[in-house]
């Protein structure tokens, strides 16, 4: 049996609808593992937030973090680590925006945010992760792996254009959802960081298989041998990846269900 890396985004992928693991998930991953395969986790999510799904698979599965920022190995040994210039993650914080627009920085140690939003702390219900408020003036531009701003579809195009503006390829700038607009260091994607872990395992692109469903995931699926988009996907990451497999929809557990038919479980 030739060994595979399987590779996912959580939410809008192997999460349900309501950001938990279905049980049909957690048998198929715990399956494959046994057989000697090999799982990895890739999300926009912080370290800590993304560490409880792992702790809830009970595999031993790596965790890439932040879209790339961080890799953790199965015994959470902090494999790598990139991060924003701390004068481009100034630039980002000082950036003009509308006051609904909600600044967020994470950082190695947690997640700050320039005021209090108690809608996000839905999305994370099901980890207990949160955040910390801290004025923008007071921001720490040392240690952080992304700048996460959240609103407004056209106020996050504008900010866009601003931080290309000032910093072209020193960032690199994406979408998690419509919604949210995430910038990190140039050269920083789950694409890469996946790429260094296939290395790291011994394993070519050929050997992996991806799961997604944002514009955050296009490198990661792009590079994988076997890429697969979600049916809930946005409408324009399919076009993006040559020859990539549209399935099901996450909230149908659709990952679990398209692996038991490649794996024969």
Known sequence: MTPRLIVSDLDGTLLGSDH????????????????????????????YDMKVFRDQLDIPAHLISTNGAYVHDPEDTLLAANHLEPEHARTLIGLPRPPQVRLNLYRESGWHIDSEAPYLLSLHASTGFGYEVV???????????????LGDPNALKLLEAQAQEAHGDALHITYSTIDSLEIMAGGVNKGVALSSLLERLGLTP????????????????DLAGEAQVMANAHPDLFDRIKGAERIGHHGEAAVA???????GL
Do not use: I
């Open 20 to 47: 938990t693991l279905h049980e049909s998930t957690v048998e198929v991953l715990r399956a494959l593992v046994k057989q000697g395969h090999h799982v990895a986790l890739a999300s926009g999510r912080h370290y």
């Open 135 to 149: 004025p923008p003036a007071q921001m720490d531009t040392n240690g952080v792996g992304k700048v996460l701003y």
């Open 206 to 221: 050929a050997d992996c298989l991806a799961f997604g469903d944002n514009l955050n995931d296009t490198e990661m699926l």
């Open 257 to 263: 269900v398209w692996l038991k038919k490649r794996f």
